[in-house]
């Protein structure tokens, strides 16, 4: 698996995001059963950029804390079918990775939330890398139904690694 993870900010935090990114992105996989390699794009940004990219994308003109761009269109979620017509858009021709899709995160509103909820910044981190993941997977949360079926995920995958809400960075 492939993990392009950049960031653009120069904020330096006290563990691997790399690491942290890989982590909670196989777990997330491993759990919906991805029978892929997989590639995953992540960039950290800042508030002024997640909102240019919010407006650009979603023509939404306000900051907002992850952003996902699914690669893949899922008649269900984690259920990664992927039509023979549509698999030179999907795999990467190089690698043979499934892409995925893009994660962009803000790292100002990683470090608000961590501070609002009481709880690290790893975790803050990885909880919404889950979270996007699982969009990545072809989840949403639209409705009360989706948002639960998502916030557990999360909360499992989250505590199988450990990253609970009182552990420290």
Do not use: W
Request: net charge negative; proline share 5%.
């Amino acid at each position: 698996m492939t993990f392009y993870v950049e960031n653009e900010t120069g904020v330096v935090y006290p563990f691997s995001v790399e690491e942290t990114v890989e982590a909670v992105a196989e777990a997330v996989l491993e759990a919906e059963g991805c029978p892929y390699e997989v590639q995953v794009n992540v960039l950290l940004t800042d508030n002024p950029g997640i909102r240019e990219f919010n407006r650009q994308y979603r023509q939404m003109d306000r900051e907002t804390d992850v952003l996902s761009f699914p690669n893949l269109e899922y008649e269900t979620p984690g259920y990664f079918e992927i039509p023979s017509q549509q698999e030179a858009d999907c795999f990467d021709p190089d690698s043979g990775e499934l892409i995925l899709g893009d994660i962009i995160l803000s790292v100002d509103r990683i470090a608000d939330q961590a501070r609002q909820y009481g709880h690290s910044l790893r975790r803050e981190l990885a909880f919404l890398v889950a979270h996007s993941m699982l969009h990545l997977c072809g989840y949403d949360h639209m409705a009360p139904e989706e948002a639960a079926v998502m916030e557990q995920k999360q909360e499992q995958i989250l505590t199988q690694l450990g990253i609970t809400r009182d552990m420290a960075d």
